[in-house]
């Protein structure tokens, strides 16, 4: 089950997270998620030589933690996107997918005439769109 | 990792047993213990203390453990592998007593090893001298009766150096040798068992796989070591469900024990292998597998802590493993994921470490409080001791003078460790554990990640009311939050803030963190901000906001005591403690009161009245309202106060007397609107006027300094900038809300006094051009004045040429300030100290006597140009209007004239062959296609030099001599004249040119002559200054012998019907002969007799005349018939020009007297 999902600007500053927990620990998702963008920093900034396609926007699995497992997308525009799971085996490509899902919805959210660039997304219907993305990824990876 | 025996931390060294002769002990034990690998070696004094070996065991009897705790040290500090027997030769060789001696003591020590299969060697200890004299025999005898290779025994020679060494290193080998075959015997025993599955337990199966495992480690056979790990920790994997030979807390936590045992031992061989990927690999199995077993509930704490302790070891093993194998290494590809970055970091798993620790706390403040008993456990907790076998306690009884193990229940068991984990304090411990987490994220710029570790490390100071470090520690997070905008983490640390600066009694900070908390921006649309877990400050709702809004203000006016719960010391603002908050530009709480200042008008006069709009907007979730305000400016004159209408002026407020005091209606700063203030400012001090401060005063004794900023320079805090809110202008006009400056210019006052520039014209290059300057007073005196004099290129550029870098000298200047004359001061007054004169080639600084009003002064500037440049001349007057007041400030005039500077006369030159004579030179002749520009000159002949001046001025020049000044006085070339002073003066008109011949006979032959310099003096027709010299440079000449040379002879007028002669002259200077040809054309206008058309030749050095009869028939300027000569050698012909080919004819002979044609 996805339990968090940000999307992080420029300066490393929360343009959208949302948590999607019954218990009360969104500020350890929060934390989680700032800490992970360190580990983008480095990926980042240190590509590996082996890795397959320097150009490929997801990232991969940040850094598990204990209970869940961290994935990042960095967009064309430097602009992050983490999600955090409980799902400890899962598959790269169900997480792919779900991240190119969520940037498409990121992208029509964003060309909003009426959003300014840089701020933070309180479109309702940005939310509501993601829910309906969220919610099937949980149950495909359950079956 | 402290936690296990140092034995257990170093690899395993096999010991060795020295009996016998202790005084070469410590030399063999050194060496050993020196080579690599070492051999540790105990010396015993005595030949009977080796421990026997214990009985075999019982094999129906079920065993009591797993693992002896003490078995591994015991081996590698009690039962050697080897024993060395050392002899003295004199023993060996003496008298039969003493053999005897020997051999007892060798059959006692031989009966004591074999039980446990060590191995032995002999020594025998000899002197250098007596080496030889030990006979062979019986050191075979010996040999023989140790039962021993011959290889075993060796003759130690300790008093001769190279000998000893080659001893000391055979021994090393020999011992080391006979160590690994009783280690490798010892371990094939063991190995026999587990492959004949002759164990009756799992117990004992994981008990002889870690055995074997041992015996390989001494070996250094790390594969075999680590397999039989693998092998025994699977199999204690199984036990946990299967065993049930003790109470399951106290069975669980055996396998626990032990678990971590084969773990470390594994990680260990692997890490310093290098093998950091399969040991991060196999960390993380053996925490997966064990993770889930968490046990008991009521001693679930020790399963936390036993987890912690993993992540520690794992963390300090990584780390004090070779730095370079933390990299990920070029091993094969693990079939699991692969681990992430952050693994191969030893923070990672301090920071885990900690956050178990942490967890083990509270399940063990939890446990501590459901078992309220815990006191009542009569104190038998302290007989409790680790057993004989790992992981196992029990309780130690005396009974009768013995002490005797008992095994423990369950209930028991729970009570010992609960009794244990409140003994210990773990707080300090997850400190360190973070700390090392912090420092080590932070090294590898993971600042965010060391941020949580911070947090966490901050969140354990707090809950040890250790506030001054929490405090430090939540500052720097809050600094991190705020500036990546982080919202909700940012309201959980100042949360944190706002209670340590109430335990640390800070009112101060209290406020500052309270009014930043409440003007944080809202979280609206996300869950998050509802949740409760938000730390200390509840959630953060605008509800929350309020509360914490109100709270800041009522302490702030003193309403409220602010009283930590903890310290039990209350704190109040009174006037004693009076709180004054600075907020600058970096500050945080920008957010919470913003004060923008905006002049109207950039400039003003001085007197003059600006409008100033003071803009507040404060953030906060409430209203506020400001008694008063307080708007400070650089000129403290300006300073003014603006009192709130609506409350009374209270008689403790400050108001100076002599301060302008506003009042408004309200001063109520409501939630992002702006509270717009305009007033009038008057300043009469010219210069920078700047709002420095507005201070806003809320109750008696609380105040808040905002530093003012320019409207045009304001930038939005990090915080704000991502959200999404209601932008409004601070001034109603927008211009002046995207332009508005905090600063106004005020002018100087205007000055009441004239410089004037007396121009006369341009300069002319080479004379010093006088300038006089006039400084003349309409309404001010003048005092300390001072007159600044700046020459500048007008084309930009400086005033030297390009040489000028090299040598600075005024040759290289092209315009330069040569003197300032001015009038003698009037009175004697004038102190001579007070006269400041500076000259510089482009800059003059002068000072100006004292003037009174109506009074003038003026001085002369004397500019001399070196080049033609048109120049700009800035003067500038620095005054005061009143010499009383020193203060105040100098009134400026400036003026500025462009002067142009012009070259005054040209200097042209031309020359000039004699009338009707050309001589043929030949090097002309060749040149003629180049563009040379050398003129030629024949050498012996005459040429006229024309000297031609032009005034290109705009004034009438006296033109006063003019001379040719040859640089080296030679006889190369003679002029005439050589210097002409004319008798009266020349006086050349703009435009106008004159002309002087001179003659020049060259009288060298040279390619390159240098004729001289043409220098003329000349002055200004109209002023008397001192004359010029001018200097033109003639260029190099030809000099050339001419071969041939013509010349044409006829008379200058002739008269009509007259004949006259018209003869050619050819001279052949040449030592050859010469073929001329010649020929004549015809002419209407007269009629010709002689040679039409010949060739002729002319001897060397002589001379060859053609005459012909003319007689004229027409009248006035006529053309001579045009005579043709040419050289056929030098294919070089002479052809007339026609000016001189001109003959006037008159009518009938004039009455003057004229001499006869042929002496012209």
Redesign the interface.
């Known amino acids: 089950m996805i339990v968090c999902l940000a999307v992080v600007g420029h300066e490393n500053n929360p343009l959208y997270i949302q948590s999607f927990t019954e218990s009360d620990d969104a500020l350890k998702l929060h934390h989680i998620v700032h800490c992970s963008l360190d580990v983008i920093d480095e990926r980042v900034n240190n590509p590996k030589k082996s890795s397959p396609a320097i150009n490929e926007a997801f990232l991969g699995l940040l850094y598990p933690t204990e209970n869940y497992k961290v994935y990042g997308y960095l967009t064309n525009t430097k602009v992050k996107f983490i999600l955090v799971t409980t799902d400890l085996d899962i598959r790269d490509a169900d997480v792919r997918n779900f991240f190119r899902k969520f940037h498409a919805a990121y992208v029509d959210a964003v060309s909003n005439p009426f959003h300014i660039p840089g701020k933070k997304i309180t479109s309702r219907t940005f939310g509501e769109r993601v829910s309906s993305i969220v919610k099937p990824f949980g149950l495909n990876s359950a079956s | 990792m402290e936690e296990f025996p140092e034995e257990l931390r170093t690899p395993p060294v096999a010991l060795a047993c020295l009996i016998g002769c202790p005084e070469v002990h410590p030399l063999i034990t050194a060496h050993l213990h020196s080579q690599q690998p070492p051999i540790n070696a105990v010396a015993l004094p005595d030949f009977s203390m080796i421990p026997p070996k214990k009985p075999p065991r019982d094999t129906l009897e079920p065993p009591a453990g797993i693992i002896k705790r003490d078995w591994f040290s015991k081996h590698r500090t009690r039962i050697p592998a080897v024993v060395a027997a050392i002899f003295s030769s004199r023993d060996v060789s003496g008298d039969p007593a003493q053999r005897l001696q020997v051999c007892n003591d060798l059959d006692k020590l031989k009966a004591s090893i074999r039980g446990r299969n060590i191995k032995l060697g002999v020594l025998v200890v000899t002197k250098w001298n007596d080496k030889d004299n030990t006979s062979e025999e019986r050191i075979l005898a010996l040999r023989k009766r140790a039962e021993i290779d011959s290889k075993n025994l060796i003759i130690f020679v300790p008093d001769h150096e190279p000998e000893l060494q080659q001893c000391l290193s055979r021994l090393w080998t020999v011992l080391g040798e006979l160590a690994n075959t009783y280690y490798r015997d010892e371990g094939r025993r063991v190995r026999s068992r587990l492959e004949k599955k002759n164990y009756s337990s799992m117990e004992l199966n994981v008990r002889y796989c870690f055995k074997v495992a041992i015996y390989a480690e001494f070996r250094r056979d790390w594969l075999e070591a680590l397999k039989l790990y693998e092998d025994a920790y699977h199999a204690l994997r199984e036990m946990v469900g299967t065993s049930t030979r003790m109470p399951p807390i106290q069975r669980l936590v055996e396998i626990k024990a032990v678990a971590e045992q084969l773990h470390f031992n594994m990680s260990m061989i692997l890490l310093h292998g290098g093998k950091v990927l399969e040991a991060i690999t196999w960390f993380r199995q053996h925490t997966a597998n064990y993770?889930k077993l968490v046990g008991a509930p009521e001693v679930i704490f020790l399963h936390w802590e036993w987890l912690s302790r993993q992540y520690m070891v794992f963390a300090q093993l990584l780390e004090t493993s070779s730095p370079n194998a933390l990299h990920v290494p070029s091993t094969a590809p693990v079939a699991e994921?692969k681990p992430?970055?952050?693994?191969f970091h030893p923070a990672?798993y301090y920071q885990?470490a900690a956050s178990y620790l942490k967890e083990k706390n509270t399940c063990l403040e939890f446990a501590i409080s459901m078992s309220v008993d815990v006191g009542s456990f009569d104190g038998s907790a302290e007989s409790v001791v680790a057993s004989a076998y790992l992981g196992q306690y029990s309780r130690l009884l005396e009974h009768e003078d013995a002490f005797i193990m008992q095994p423990l229940t369950d209930m028991e068991y729970a009570h010992y460790a609960l009794a244990e984990g409140k003994r210990f304090k773990d707080s300090f411990e997850i400190i360190a554990l973070l700390k090392k987490s912090f420092e080590a994220?932070s090294s590898s710029?993971?600042?965010?990640?060391a941020?949580?570790c911070g947090?966490q490390m901050a969140r354990e100071y707090f809950s040890l009311n250790d506030f001054s470090n929490a405090k430090q520690i939540f500052d720097s997070l809050a600094n991190l939050y705020r500036?990546?905008?982080?919202?909700?983490?940012l309201w959980?640390v100042l949360g944190y803030l706002r209670e340590c600066s109430k335990g640390m009694s800070s009112a101060k900070d209290f406020i500052e963190y309270s009014l930043e908390m409440a003007s944080l921006p809202e979280t609206?649309?996300?869950?998050?901000s509802f949740?409760?877990?938000?730390?200390p400050a509840g959630p953060a709702t605008p509800s929350q906001r309020e509360k914490i809004h109100k709270e800041a203000f009522e302490v702030a006016r003193g309403e409220s005591e602010l009283n930590s719960d903890e310290q039990n010391s209350a704190f109040k603002v009174k006037s004693d403690y009076p709180i004054y908050l600075e907020i600058d530009v970096i500050s945080p709480l920008r957010v919470t009161l913003l004060a923008l200042v905006a002049f109207h008008q950039p400039m003003v006069k001085p007197g003059g009245q600006s409008l100033i709009t003071i803009s507040l907007r404060s953030q906060l979730p409430i209203n506020v309202e400001i008694d008063q305000l307080e708007v400070q400016f650089n000129q403290s004159e300006c300073n003014f106060i603006i009192t709130n209408g609506q409350k009374p002026l209270s008689s403790t407020d400050i108001v100076q007397p002599g301060h302008r005091v506003e009042t408004a209606p309200d001063l109520v700063l409501a939630t992002n609107k702006w509270l717009r203030l305009t007033y009038d400012i008057k300043s009469d001090l010219s210069g920078k006027l700047e709002c420095i401060y507005v201070i806003a005063r809320v109750g008696p004794n609380f105040t808040i300094c905002c530093r003012a900023e320019s409207p045009a320079l304001i930038n939005d805090s990090?915080l704000w900038?991502?959200?999404?809110r209601l932008e409004t202008i601070p001034i109603k006009d927008p211009g002046l809300a995207l332009s508005g400056q905090k600063a106004i210019q005020v002018e100087e006052p205007e000055p009441q006094v004239d410089l004037i520039l007396h121009s006369s014209g341009p300069a002319l290059v080479g004379e010093s051009f006088i300038l006089p300057v006039t400084v003349s007073s309409r309404g001010h005196a003048v005092h300390s004045g001072e007159l600044k004099i700046n020459l500048v290129d007008t084309r930009g550029g400086g005033l030297l040429s390009p040489r000028g870098e090299e040598s600075f000298s005024s040759e290289n200047i092209h315009v330069e300030l040569v003197d300032i004359s001015c009038d003698a001061p009037q009175d004697q007054s004038e102190a001579p100290s007070d006269k400041i004169q500076k000259i510089q080639p482009s800059f003059g600084l002068i000072s100006v006597p004292s003037l009174d009003m109506g009074e003038s002064w003026s001085c002369k500037l004397k500019i001399k140009w070196n080049h033609p440049k048109p120049i700009m001349l800035y003067v500038s007057l620095g005054y005061l209007p009143r010499s009383d007041e020193p203060s105040l400030q100098k009134v400026h005039v400036h003026k500025s004239l462009q002067i142009e500077g012009t070259t005054a006369v040209a200097i042209n030159h031309r020359y000039m062959l004699p009338f009707r004579k050309d001589p043929l030179l030949l090097l002309k002749l060749k040149s003629i296609s180049e563009t040379d520009q050398t003129p030629y000159l024949a050498l012996n002949e005459k040429t006229l030099l024309i000297i031609s001046v032009k005034n290109c001025s705009e004034v009438p020049l006296r033109l006063l001599s003019m001379s040719i000044e040859t640089e080296v006085k030679s006889d190369a070339c003679t002029i005439q004249p050589q210097q002409e002073e004319f008798r009266e003066a020349v006086v050349n008109m703009p435009g106008e040119e004159f002309k002087k011949v001179f003659t020049i006979i060259p009288k060298v032959k040279s390619t390159k002559l240098k004729i001289g310099n043409v220098s003329l003096r000349w002055e200004r027709d109209s002023n008397a200054t001192s004359s010029q010299v001018t200097k033109y440079r003639l260029p190099d000449v030809n000099v050339e012998l001419p071969l041939l040379a013509v010349s044409l002879e006829c008379p200058p007028h002739a008269f009509i019907g007259n004949p006259f002669l018209y003869s050619v002259k050819i001279l052949n200077q040449t030592e050859i002969l010469q073929e001329i040809k010649c020929s004549i054309s015809d002419s209407q206008s007269f009629v010709l007799s002689g040679p039409h058309s010949d060739t002729m030749l002319v001897l060397p050095r002589s001379a060859q005349v053609l005459t012909y009869m003319l007689v004229p028939l027409g009248l006035g300027s006529l053309q001579l018939p045009r005579v043709t000569v040419a050289s056929v050698r030098y294919s070089a012909g002479l052809l007339p020009s026609n000016a001189s080919l001109l003959v006037f004819v008159y009518p009938t002979k004039p009455h003057v007297d004229l001499k006869p044609p042929g002496d012209a």
């Open positions: 993770r994921e992430t970055e952050w693994e990672y885990l994220y710029k993971a600042e965010r990640t941020a949580y947090l500036r990546e905008g982080w919202l909700l983490s959980e609206t649309g996300f869950s998050e949740s409760k877990d938000c730390g990090p900038k991502f959200e999404n």
